[in-house]
């Protein structure tokens, strides 16, 4: 109880990241936060909470990958850092993640349980094809969110690592989040508005 009232604790962290600096919720958080404010979230709350922070990145990543020109394709903002198709391709292939987990999910994964396959999925490739991938990951990986019911508890063991699948679930729905900001960093220097702000 202690180690899934931490992966609790973790997601209001990161929801309570959207208050402004006087702890009072920012504009449009009001209602996510209002359910991680509530005592006693269970394993079928983080479910349903986690899937709706999923679909969010998915719906945003899939515009923001239409509206990027393919001349802006391998924009970056300086050498050494992934540029915006690398970022792309990037997230599908953490979204293909739960395959460390053993779940039944029916869609297959481009890649085994290996972190040598996990990095060669990642090679540049054209705009078209990488939001195939990316569009394709996002429903891999909320039937795997899905089928990951009654198994939260369990031990994951993904390369080196070990996690409880719950932490796991966390990491991977904030590590998404954390690319879809850089993502939109990157269009906004390029003057690409985000289509969902319009």
């Known amino acids: 109880m202690t180690r899934f009232r931490s992966i609790v604790g973790s997601m209001l962290a990161i929801l309570l990241a959207g208050c402004t600096p006087e702890g009072q919720p920012a504009a449009g958080t009001e209602t996510a936060l209002a359910p991680a404010a509530a005592a006693g979230w269970g394993e079928e709350d983080m479910i349903a909470y986690l899937g709706k922070r999923i679909e969010t990145a998915r719906d945003k990543f899939l515009q923001l990958a239409d509206a990027v020109p393919e001349a802006e394709w391998d924009y970056r903002p300086m050498d050494g850092v992934r540029s915006f198709g690398e970022v792309f391709i990037h997230v599908a292939a953490d979204n293909w993640a739960p395959v460390w987990m053993d779940l039944d999910v029916t869609e297959e994964a481009p890649i085994g349980r290996s972190m040598e396959a996990f990095r060669?999925?990642?090679?540049?490739?054209?705009?078209?094809?990488?939001?195939?991938?990316?569009?394709?990951?996002?429903?891999?990986?909320?039937?795997?969110?899905?089928?990951?019911?009654?198994?939260?508890?369990?031990?994951?063991?993904?390369?080196?690592?070990?996690?409880?699948?719950?932490?796991?679930?966390?990491?991977?729905?904030?590590?998404?989040?954390?690319?879809?900001?850089?993502?939109?960093?990157?269009?906004?220097?390029?003057?690409?508005?985000?289509?969902?702000?319009?």
């Open 120 to 198: 060669d999925y990642q090679a540049v490739r054209p705009k078209a094809e990488t939001r195939t991938e990316l569009e394709r990951s996002f429903r891999y990986l909320l039937a795997a969110l899905a089928a990951s019911r009654g198994h939260w508890r369990e031990q994951v063991t993904m390369g080196e690592s070990e996690w409880e699948m719950g932490q796991m679930w966390v990491a991977l729905t904030t590590h998404m989040h954390e690319h879809l900001g850089q993502s939109i960093a990157y269009a906004r220097a390029n003057r690409i508005v985000p289509p969902w702000s319009r």
